[in-house]
């Protein structure tokens, strides 16, 4: 069933079309006013009038509107609309509506199901709407419509509004090439971002790496966040901070909202990047300065603040004050009960488990780590798969049986090794060393505490070639 709520339109218009913005808004009613003994799926029109006032760009917080609607109407006329202040390569608030929406469309976890464009027919219209018509003909990379009058717009928005109820219940994603006014490939950066990860996560690392830095090229702080993500799981902490920067860049410079998920995201990935460097106390200090950034008010929102929690709670963790550690991951944790994603609370319990690891409640830890496993069990294979693997063998580590936790460590590994992540590839290694080690595997404990230190050595972790030697050291000892 669809749910009872109507289903948002947005309307991005410029300001000459107001008699078509009251047209539209009329056929909506009155589709609704049908509806009542149909199908029961009704539609609310949203625009750029519906935000309250902000401290943010006001095109910012229209945007935010976008991302929430399920359909996007964008009418043209004779006005190409005002500049929105925006260093994205728009030249006007309706052309940044429709790139949103567009963008939306391509994203598979937003609501966003289709996109109407319309060109209202005029002797005269600008000359970027000339262009836009133009650049959509060459592509062939959105259909568009025209209509001769209201009545004209009336007839065939009755005909859309149909068409939209049986896509209603669900989504498949759409990718559309089409360049910005100024050039920009804003949709090629998204496109080439989205692939890039889905290669990495497919174990095709050096074909995603590529991918992640031309999106970065390309396009704006979430293509760099996707780089810099990638190169700090591979070690390279060096590029990852560049990438970082580059990100941050658009924040400090005013070119984008400061109070914003989007900023929020780019200082934690910078407190991240310092507290693996062991800069644990700057990082806490960044993280609860990006916590003043970000709110709940969406999804996007909450995902954000719940990463910069689990980021506290690690940070805490590593100065050993457990207590912080476990008031931050709670935090997190109770957010993502309530928006009901699985994935997002077994990130919670991993955290919640390795703590408990940490201060030998090894009950809590065992409670926790199973419910991770059940959870994840009949999902495609991702970072948090080599995570909760990872957290299964720790567990049976210090629980005594380092025999039942090889075969999670080994999964870890392989996981580890099919995403490009050195650093997870270092922690599994360090684990089937130390689990040899405690089962009495000598030469096997050897070999993988070797392997780790190459690998810890290679991307610049100190601390985890320092664990490494030490169990060589202890083994070396011992066969002295």
Sequence with gaps: MVDALPLRVFLATPSDLESEREVVRTCVAEHNERNQSGS??????????SVRGTAQRPQSAINELVAESHFLIALFKKSWGSKPGSSWGFTSGTEEELFMGLLELG?????????????????????????????????????????????????????????WEPIAEGKVA??????????????????????????????QAEAGLAALKEAAVLGGPIEHLSHARFLSRSGDLA????????????????????YSPLAAEAFAAQATLLRRQGLDLDAIGRLEHA????????????????????????AHQNKGDLASASEAFESALEVRRRSGSDADVCQSLINLARLAV????????????????????????????????????QVR??????????????????????????RGEAMSLLLLAQCHRAAGAELDATKFAQACLEINESIGDQQGAKQAQWILDEIGMKTA
Excluded at 40 to 49: D, M, S
Excluded at 109 to 131: C, G, K, N, T
Excluded at 179 to 201: C, F, M, N, T, Y
Aim: charged share 30%; hydrophobic share 40%; aromatic share 4%.
């Design 291 to 314: 916590l003043t950034l970000v709110g709940e008010g969406d999804a996007y929102a909450r995902k954000v603040r719940c990463r910069i929690f689990d980021e506290l709670g690690l």
């Design 239 to 258: 590029s990852a901070h560049a990438a970082v920067e580059r990100a941050i860049e658009h924040f400090t410079g005013g070119d984008a909202d400061l």
């Design 397 to 422: 580590l210090r629980q005594g049986t380092p025999g039942d936790g090889l075969p999670h460590a080994e999964r870890s590994l392989s996981l580890n090794r099919q995403l490009g992540s050195r």
């Design 107 to 163: 994203r598979a976890e937003q609501p966003m199901r289709d996109i109407w464009l319309v060109f209202v027919d005029e002797s005269e219209p600008a000359p970027e709407i000339v262009d836009l018509r133009r650049r959509l003909s060459d592509a062939h990379a959105v259909l568009y419509e025209s209509v001769a009058n209201g009545a004209d717009l009336k007839t065939k928005l009755t005909e859309r509004l149909a068409a």
């Design 358 to 393: 940490k201060a030998d409640k090894l009950q809590e830890a065992v409670a926790n780590a199973e419910e991770v496993v059940g959870r994840l069990r009949s999902t495609p294979p991702t970072a948090l798969h080599a995570n909760a693997e990872l957290l299964v063998a």
């Design 174 to 203: 759409r990718h559309v090439d089409l360049l910005s006014s100024s050039g920009r490939d804003i949709l090629g950066a998204q496109r080439l971002r989205l692939r890039g990860e889905k290669l990495v996560e497919l174990g």
């Design 40 to 49: 029961g799926i009704t539609f609310e029109v949203i625009g750029w009038e």
